[in-house]
Structure formats: C-alpha cells, structure tokens
C-alpha cells in the first residue's frame, strides 16, 4: 500500500496534521529540490512547492502512478497543468482558495491608491528634495471594473467598500447574481470597459484569458484609466500595453508580468505611468499560517476518507470550478 505524502515544509511544523503513525502516512519533506525524497510512485497525496516554478512543479508528477491528490498553494492552477497528461484519471487537483485572498486584495488595493494618489512621484521627488505638490487623482467618486470575480475579486470589492467608489462592476466567466450586484459574463467585457476609471485583474490564467488584455481591450479603456494586474502576466499582451502607456494615454499598476521575472534592461521597467511590484501579492506574512492550516484541513479530510476541498479538477473530466 503506497501512503507516501510528499509536503514542503517539514511535517512537524504543521500543526493539527494527523500524526503519521495513527494515520498510516508516511510525511516525506521535498521543496522543489534536485534529489525527491523518496519513489514518486508511493505518493498518493501531492503538496506542490511554493513559487518554484512549472518546471520544479510538474518535475516528479510522470512518475507518480498512486497519486490521488495535489494540493497547490498558489490560487491559480497553470504552473502545474502541463503535467497533468502523465496522471491517472480521477486525480484531484486542489488549489489554496482562502490563503491568497487577503494579501492579494490589499497589495490589489496598495497598488491602485499608490498609482493614483502620486505615490511613486512622492518617492521620486523625496530622493531629489523636490516638493511635488499639486492635485491628484483620489479613488473616490471612480468607477471600478473588477475582471475576473472569484475569492480574490471578491476579497478586492471587499477593500474597496470603504472608499466611496462611485461604481463597482464585476466580470467574471460565467453571469451570476450577488449580493452586491450582478457579475457580468466576458462576454459583456467590451461594453463596461469604457466606463471604468479603474480595471483591475484577478482573473486565472486559462486559455480563454491568456491575452485578454489585448490592443482592442485597452483601446476600450477611457482615456487616463488605471490598468491594475494581480492576475498572472500572460493575461496582458506586454506590447500592446508598452504602446498605450508610452503614448501617456493610459497608467498601470502590475504585480506580474509577461516575461517574469522581469528582465534587466525590459523597456517595461521604465515605461512611464507604470508601477511595478515583484509578484508578491500572495507572498506575505499571512501566507504560511493559512497555508499550514489548509494542509492540515486537507490531509485530516483525506485520512477520514471524506471529500477534500477546494478541488478545481478531477483528471478525466471537466473542470468543477
């Protein structure tokens, strides 16, 4: 009987895992490194490392025959799709829904007030001893357009509720209603894209939103919008972003980027009207505590044999989120 779980962080530091002997499991530490720590093949539950990498990510998965779940820790799912051809039907895949949702939606929030509150020109003017005053743009009395509204976009509304927001409209792939209001289909994006002072992305990375941001989307933007990115970097096309914000008819605020890292000497380092952030909207002291909590929910479901959490697909079958 194969009861291996492969986990990123030593067993011992996760408070509430069930106790390996009463459980059956056999905890086997591997954070990404070159040497597994035990046959691939005895792994039934697999916990994916954190910020290592697709290539790290999907690296032992062709020879894990057993395996029955695995467990991100990141909210979206692509940098382990690739591998999962090599599994056998009926796997789980997992994310970490309810881990990211708070830190992503207040660096979502940091990055919109920075950028429109002249907060990069402060610094600037600081270091220059220039006293840079004037007026500028307040978050108050904009109309916000959230595009993709799931945990995260929703932690995001959640923020910006108390900043007398004008209008907040909200896109995700499918309509549904809220308690907040409607939440439009993609389909309906073009037509609400004028109208926004503010557009903010949280939606996953999937085929349908990999270049979304296109030259057709931001040429529906209004005339000095903020594009702001907390979703993943190919869902913007860098070039026809690098056009609008050299022409100064648009601003932008990006915690991720296409490529990523964002390599020395990219023109989008010094592209005017962008602020950069190094993809550190999940990466907070909030993270580990939540992430052990969720691994300890998880594994305490998986040993009583009841249905795990958070499951986005099961190989085999349609997506269930």
């Not at 309810?98 to 830190?103: L, P």
């Not at 004037?134 to 976009?153: E, M, N, Q, R």
Request: some cysteine; proline content about 9%; charged content about 20%.
């Amino acid at each position: 009987m194969t009861t291996d779980v492969w986990l990123p962080y030593a067993a011992d530091e996760i408070e509430g895992l069930p106790p390996a002997a009463d459980a059956g499991l056999n905890y086997r530490y591997w954070d990404g490194g070159p040497d597994f720590p035990a046959d691939p093949a005895d792994c039934v539950f697999y916990v994916v490392p954190y910020l290592k990498g697709a290539e790290t990510s999907v690296r032992p998965l062709p020879e894990m025959t057993s395996v029955r779940a695995v467990q991100t820790l990141t909210a979206g799912i692509d940098h382990v799709q690739s591998g999962l051809k090599y599994l056998a039907p009926g796997v789980q895949l997992c994310n970490a829904k309810g881990v990211h949702e708070a830190s992503t939606a207040e660096l979502a929030l940091a990055l919109v007030l920075a950028s429109l509150r002249g907060i990069p020109r402060f610094v600037q003017g600081q270091r220059q001893e220039e006293w840079r005053s004037g007026f500028y743009p307040a978050l108050a009395d904009k109309s916000v357009l959230i595009v993709g509204y799931g945990s995260i976009g929703s932690a995001i509304e959640d923020r910006l509720a108390p900043f007398e927001c004008a209008r907040v409209a909200r896109v995700a792939r499918s309509a549904r209603a809220t308690e907040r209001g409607p939440v439009h289909p993609l389909a309906e994006l073009p037509a609400l894209l004028p109208g926004a002072d503010v557009v903010i992305l949280s939606t996953p990375l999937t085929d349908t939103t990999r270049g979304l941001v296109n030259a057709d989307f931001l040429a529906r933007m209004k005339d000095g919008a903020l594009l702001v990115n907390v979703a993943r970097g190919p869902v913007v096309d860098t070039k026809a972003l690098l056009a609008e914000l050299e022409s100064g008819r648009i601003t932008a605020a990006l915690d991720v980027t296409d490529p990523e890292p964002l390599p020395a000497g990219h023109p989008l380092w010094h592209a005017p009207g962008v602020l950069i952030s190094p993809h550190v909207g999940g990466s907070t002291s909030a993270f580990l505590p939540r992430a052990k909590r969720l691994l300890a929910a998880q594994l305490t479901r998986h040993v009583a044999g009841k249905p795990l959490g958070n499951v986005v697909l099961t190989t085999g079958s349609r997506p269930t989120a």
